[in-house]
């Protein structure tokens, strides 16, 4: 191992444990407030955390860099099993378009943001059609108002895309009112939308991402398009 990486290794680690062990007599990084995973009342920093995961993540880089030039695995112990994980959020992302501006539709492309998190998944929004890649999962967000089929091919309109995409359809009702039969299944037979798959969602803006079957559903549905995704 050079010098160098040795001493890049050497920072992560010391960075790593003043994360974990909360030292607010040290700083992680010089210019910058001392990061502390926990804080006194045994709440999680998610900026710690989002640090702590990048630091492993790096170092998981440096291993297999020298198992490269190396051409011989790397000691065991705990080096070796982080060089055996996954890191979901340094690299996968998806990407979610906004075809409608509205204040609800804002106020849920937040909501979706911190559910792509907790499925482990980056998520970037746009409203620019031209600005959507094509290396990406794509999330279309279709807000449905009253007219449910012209509702969804205005928010699809002009949208070519080569890769099966999901059509996120965007319910702003409370339980009692939301469809019984899953969009899906209503739109079947349609020949137009043969690349899409329909994810029906519901979203309030009192009540934001609240708990309900149809939400548990899309949460499911969601992680499983952005698996098999990345796994073509």
């Known amino acids: 191992m050079s010098d160098k990486v040795h001493e890049k290794m050497q920072s992560s680690l010391d960075q790593m444990l003043q994360i974990i062990q909360g030292n607010e007599n040290d700083q992680i990084l010089k210019g910058t407030e001392t990061l502390c995973l926990v804080n006194e009342n045994g709440v999680v920093n998610d900026d710690a955390r989002s640090r702590l995961a990048a ?18 695995p790397t000691d065991t112990g705990m080096f070796s099993a982080i060089s055996g994980i996954e890191f979901p959020w340094s690299s996968k992302k998806v990407q979610v378009f906004l075809p409608i501006q509205t204040s609800t539709t804002h106020d849920f492309a937040t909501a ?17 059609l031209e600005k959507l890649r094509g290396d990406l999962p794509l999330v279309v967000v279709c807000p449905i108002s009253s007219r449910f089929e012209p509702d969804i091919d ?27 039969l899953p969009t899906a299944t209503r739109l079947a037979d349609k020949e137009k939308y043969r690349n899409t798959e329909f994810i029906d969602i519901a979203f309030t803006m009192e009540s934001k991402l609240y708990q309900c079957q149809m939400n548990t559903i899309a949460k499911e549905q969601l992680k499983s398009f952005f698996d098999r995704f990345y796994k073509k």
Request: with cysteine.
């Open 55 to 72: 630091l492993v993540y790096d170092m998981k880089m440096d291993l297999d860099t020298i198992k490269i030039n190396a051409k011989q």
């Open 112 to 128: 979706l943001t911190k559910l792509c998190k907790t499925l482990s998944f980056k998520c970037e929004i746009s409203d620019q």
């Open 154 to 180: 205005y928010a699809l309109n002009g949208i070519s895309w080569k890769s099966p995409f999901v059509s996120l359809v965007l319910h702003s009702s409370t339980e009692s009112s939301l469809p019984r």
